[in-house]
């Protein structure tokens, strides 16, 4: 262990004690807070003889329940007790990712793991802070009210994600990208239309999706097709851009070797440049993968039927609905995430040979 990670160790065992220590009068009824100050002294042991990162996994998970249990009766000790499972998390998680970063761990999914325990800590403090303070459901709710109104909603929350997702986010995603990596190719075919067109598409990126909804609302109506256009523009440019770069990433070593084998343009682009230019092709998938939702939301506050992500966000903001704002955050969030992280599975896939992949970073 580090000098910093000892630091960190010593805290979180002395924030546990004593938390502990202000509840022994009502032993009884703090149980586990007990319990889990007990623990977090006996890990000041590792000062002595080293305890595994495991052990700080084990103690997180111990303060976690420790915090849930406590929250029915908010008392000095809760915030004592968060602040040791955040010190504990924070240990564990550092120590997993030194571990994998210097080869020593090899578990499958580790990388996964150490995502997972940040996320559910951030969740936990913000649980535990919410409810702890009283703070009004109107202002912020807790994650727990959150996940209860996805529970209870999943007819609105499914028929929003249709309506933005489905029809509005994918149609466009496709036509944008397609139709930039079409233009691409063009550009690079063309002096002419590299000199032209490329100017041109970087003054329509600067365009804002505020200006450019509202013209699409009228031009193609209040469905999704006017948002599909939005995303349309939207990720038009980064497609173009990385694409063109792309295709001029290849060496010029390689390209005399083609023109050696008498290749024309379309072998040396299919055989050479194009798979030279697949991560940059990836990476302006990604972005646009997150530009795409992002948009569709924002167009949807200018216009739609009574249905859609954005829609929901606007009405149930003026109810002072948030429990229900954040469900559509929150649905949006995973469907944004999940489609990124496809994508980079594709990239895994087709780019095996790319040194970012071979070393397990896509």
Same mark, same amino acid.
């Given at each position: 262990?580090?000098?910093?990670? *000892?630091?960190?160790?010593?805290?979180?065992?002395?924030?546990?004690?004593?938390?502990?220590?202000?509840?022994?009068?009502?032993?009884?009824?703090?149980?586990?807070?007990?319990?889990?100050?007990?623990?977090?002294?006996?890990?000041?042991?590792?000062?002595? @003889?080293?305890?595994?990162?495991?052990?700080?996994?084990?103690?997180?998970?111990?303060?976690?329940?420790?915090?849930?249990?406590?929250?029915?009766?908010?008392?000095?000790?809760?915030?004592?007790?968060?602040? $040791?499972?955040?010190?504990?998390?924070?240990?564990?998680?550092? @120590?997993?990712?030194?571990?994998?970063?210097?080869? %020593?761990?090899?578990?499958?999914?580790?990388?996964?793991?150490?995502?997972?325990?940040?996320?559910?800590?951030?969740?936990?403090?913000? %649980?535990?802070?919410?409810?702890?303070?009283?703070?009004?459901?109107?202002?912020?709710?807790?994650?727990?009210?959150?996940?209860?109104?996805?529970?209870?909603?999943?007819?609105?929350?499914?028929?929003?994600?249709?309506?933005?997702?489905?029809?509005?986010?994918?149609?466009?995603?496709?036509?944008?990208?397609?139709?930039?990596?079409?233009?691409?190719?063009?550009?690079?075919?063309?002096?002419?239309?590299?000199?032209?067109?490329?100017?041109?598409?970087?003054?329509?990126?600067?365009?804002?999706?505020?200006?450019?909804?509202?013209?699409?609302?009228?031009?193609?109506?209040?469905?999704?097709?006017?948002?599909?256009?939005?995303?349309?523009?939207?990720?038009?440019?980064?497609?173009?851009?990385?694409?063109?770069?792309?295709?001029?990433?290849?060496?010029?070593? %390689? *390209?005399?070797?083609?023109?050696?084998?008498?290749?024309?343009?379309?072998?040396?682009?299919?055989?050479? @440049?194009?798979?030279?230019?697949?991560?940059?092709?990836?990476?302006?998938?990604?972005?646009?993968?997150?530009?795409?939702?992002?948009?569709?939301?924002? $167009?949807?506050?200018?216009?739609?039927?009574?249905?859609?992500?954005?829609?929901?966000?606007?009405? %149930?903001?003026?109810?002072?609905?948030?429990?229900?704002?954040?469900?559509?955050?929150?649905?949006?969030?995973?469907?944004?995430?999940?489609?990124?992280?496809?994508?980079?599975?594709?990239?895994?896939?087709?780019?095996?040979?790319?040194?970012?992949? @071979?070393?397990? *970073?896509?």
């Amino acid at each position: 262990m580090s000098t910093w990670q *000892r630091l960190l160790a010593v805290l979180a065992g002395a924030a546990a004690a004593l938390a502990a220590v202000f509840v022994i009068p009502a032993a009884s009824t703090h149980v586990w807070l007990i319990v889990f100050g007990i623990a977090g002294l006996l890990s000041l042991l590792r000062l002595v @003889r080293p305890l595994g990162y495991w052990a700080d996994g084990a103690l997180m998970v111990l303060g976690a329940i420790t915090l849930i249990a406590a929250l029915n009766e908010v008392v000095p000790s809760l915030w004592l007790a968060l602040l $040791a499972t955040w010190l504990f998390a924070w240990l564990f998680v550092d @120590r997993m990712a030194n571990a994998l970063a210097a080869g %020593e761990d090899r578990l499958p999914g580790a990388g996964l793991l150490v995502a997972l325990v940040f996320g559910a800590t951030l969740l936990l403090i913000w %649980e535990v802070a919410v409810r702890g303070l009283g703070i009004p459901q109107v202002l912020l709710p807790s994650p727990s009210q959150i996940f209860t109104r996805i529970v209870n909603s999943p007819a609105t929350l499914w028929a929003d994600f249709v309506q933005t997702f489905v029809k509005s986010v994918l149609s466009g995603y496709a036509m944008g990208c397609i139709a930039g990596f079409v233009i691409a190719i063009l550009v690079d075919m063309s002096p002419f239309l590299k000199r032209g067109l490329l100017p041109i598409g970087n003054f329509a990126s600067a365009l804002p999706i505020i200006g450019i909804a509202p013209i699409m609302v009228m031009w193609f109506g209040f469905d999704w097709q006017s948002k599909a256009a939005v995303i349309v523009c939207i990720t038009f440019f980064p497609m173009l851009v990385n694409t063109v770069a792309g295709l001029n990433a290849a060496g010029r070593m %390689e *390209r005399d070797m083609m023109r050696t084998y008498a290749a024309g343009y379309w072998q040396t682009l299919f055989k050479l @440049r194009l798979p030279a230019a697949a991560p940059f092709i990836f990476n302006a998938l990604k972005i646009n993968s997150t530009l795409a939702l992002i948009g569709a939301i924002v $167009a949807e506050f200018f216009g739609t039927p009574i249905v859609g992500m954005g829609f929901r966000i606007a009405t %149930e903001v003026g109810r002072l609905n948030a429990d229900m704002v954040w469900a559509e955050v929150a649905v949006a969030a995973v469907a944004g995430s999940a489609s990124y992280g496809l994508i980079v599975l594709v990239e895994r896939a087709v780019t095996f040979w790319h040194p970012s992949v @071979r070393g397990g *970073r896509a």
